[in-house]
């Protein structure tokens, strides 16, 4: 492979990036940069500016575009920092435009290896920033180090084998000297793991498997060889809590997907969520929302951390959202179950017993499975407003899913899915559809929405319904606005304690990213890729 920046112009040495340890850390403190994925290692896709209100709202308008030169998914989130943007146009090549124009400074280019075989699209999220250096994981599971001042390559390592499926689409986290990534790759029978890299060498710090092997606990909830390909994959950046030391991630799928008689037992760590030693990858505790997942409800979704009273006491919490239909809240120093609502409709199980495993109640084969195989909600990134103690979800309602597994031999490099999910709608590719045996109603095709959930009660509080299904975050801000978008074409501004719209703008094609904020010489800007552009957001001068 090769790669190389393409220099459209250096970046004034005024504004060259550089971001401490203490700076990612403390970021709330300073909300004109944006300098993790979610915005902090808290992971509330939060943002303090206020300039932007439900009263002028209606006077945001668009200063600038950036348009990609690929046609794939486009779904980064970008970093700001001093004045400078860093995105990901896919698959892999990093832009530093200015923030104020759009004008592109530099573009890195890395050309990936033709073994790459991402499973949904040559996707990737984001990227980290440490010093003066950004790194980018790659669909050919690279991780790379550019210098963020030319966008030149400083070391690039090799975390997994592309050629047996592996891959990367998860925007890096930075805690301390190390750059913390994920692999996926679940639909092809990989062995996930977690990994750290020093941000200076790109030597290999430590690897924590996210399929325990023998003599580990865990490994017994496996039966015989099955967790040599048990999926467990990452596709979303972790969250971290420097006060305790933990960084947090979301654990994919087993595999095969859909076929959980070739894999019995709870199969962990797959649709979990996991707290490790960022120090040492040592596993600290975990927690397992869906054991021997029959439905693909990875729970790749954001781990979010909050700090509140819970029923009187103060507590280290984190909200979870899960693509399984269940709100949960969890202690985040012990993993302790607290609370679990459904957010969505569910019929695959009747609710959580007291240590929230869920109460199963299997579906017979043909059955439409509440909800579908997209879940309640997927990997975009809620939002939690210190502000209004609400937490926000993008969510897939009336949405279900025709579940057929069937046997699958594991090869390597291919496809390890053990079935199919199908459509619970008039001419899907199922016999017992098409003989009419299932009275199915156009309810299963399913509609987005934006639900606020009341974090201490687990109870909804207004709900924003859209026409069709949603693949976009949330970002809320210090004045109780909301944005995000969906498969409309629609940017949105919602009123974060009512869910009014506010405003929105057309962007001509899907939003599949979450939108974030910053600030330039006064100013507030919101920022959020939709179809194949960056479009950025300011308030009418």
């Known amino acids: ?91 892999n090549d990093v832009v530093a435009l200015d923030a104020r124009t759009g004008r592109a400074f530099w573009i890195y280019r890395y050309n990936n290896s033709p073994d790459a075989r991402p499973c949904c699209g040559s996707i990737n999220r984001g990227l980290a920033i440490s010093g003066d250096t950004l790194f980018m994981a790659t669909v050919d599971a690279h991780l790379v180090a550019i210098d963020a001042r030319n966008g030149r390559p400083l070391w690039d390592v090799k975390v997994a084998e592309a050629a047996a499926g592996y891959a990367m689409t998860v925007a890096p986290l930075v805690i301390k000297d190390k750059v913390v990534v994920g692999v996926a790759g679940g639909e092809y029978g990989i062995r996930g793991f977690i990994s750290a890299y020093d941000t200076r060498t790109g030597k290999e710090a430590w690897k924590f498997y996210t399929i325990p092997g023998p003599g580990e606990p865990g ?3 496996w039966e015989g060889d099955t967790w040599k390909y048990g999926g467990a994959s990452i596709w979303v950046t972790g969250s971290y809590d420097p006060d305790l030391n933990l960084t947090y991630w979301g654990i994919g799928n087993p595999g095969p997907d859909w076929n959980p008689i ?47 009273a819970w029923r009187g006491t103060a507590r280290k919490l984190m909200l979870w959202a899960n693509r399984n239909g269940f709100y949960y809240v969890l202690d985040r120093i012990t993993g302790e179950f607290l609370s679990g609502n459904s957010f969505v409709k569910v019929t695959w199980a009747k609710g959580l017993d007291d240590a929230g495993k869920p109460i199963l109640t299997p579906q017979p084969p043909g059955t439409p499975v509440y909800p579908g195989v997209q879940g309640g909600t997927n990997w975009y990134s809620p939002s939690y407003s210190p502000r209004t103690g609400l937490f926000y979800i993008s969510a897939w309602e009336d949405y279900a899913s025709i579940f057929l597994p069937q046997a699958n031999e594991y090869k390597e490099g291919q496809r390890f899915t053990g079935g199919r999910p199908v459509a619970p709608i008039a001419g899907a590719n199922n016999p017992s559809l098409r003989s009419g045996q299932i009275n199915v109603t156009t309810e299963a095709l399913g509609h987005g929405s934006v639900i606020a959930i009341d974090v201490r009660t687990g109870q909804k509080k207004w709900k924003f319904d859209m026409i069709d299904v949603t693949d976009a975050g949330i970002l809320t801000t210090g004045s109780d606005v909301l944005f995000t978008g969906g498969r409309e074409g629609y940017f949105h501004a919602l009123d974060a304690r009512t869910g009014a719209l506010l405003w929105k703008g057309s962007v001509g094609g899907q939003v599949s990213a979450a939108p974030m904020a910053y600030e330039l010489d006064g100013k507030q800007y919101i920022a959020v890729a939709a179809g194949h552009a960056m479009f950025v957001y300011g308030l009418r001068e």
């Open 1 to 91: 492979m090769t790669v190389r920046p393409w220099l459209l112009c250096l970046i004034p040495i005024a504004l060259a990036a550089q971001v401490t340890s203490d700076q990612l850390v403390n970021a709330a403190l300073n909300p004109k940069n944006w300098v993790t994925y979610n915005g902090s290692y808290m992971s509330q896709s939060y943002s303090p500016l206020s300039q932007i209100t439900p009263g002028n709202a209606r006077n945001l308008e668009q200063k600038w575009v950036f348009q990609v030169e690929s046609l794939q998914k486009f779904e980064s989130r970008p970093l700001v920092v001093n004045g400078i943007m860093y995105i990901t146009q896919p698959p």
């Open 219 to 221: 490994n017994e909830t």
């Open 262 to 308: 070739q894999r019995k037992g709870a199969n962990l760590y797959s649709d979990s969520v996991v707290a490790l030693d960022p120090d040492t990858g040592k596993l600290k505790w975990h927690f397992q929302f869906t054991p021997n997942d029959p439905y693909d409800y990875d729970s790749v979704q954001v781990p979010v951390l909050v700090d509140t």
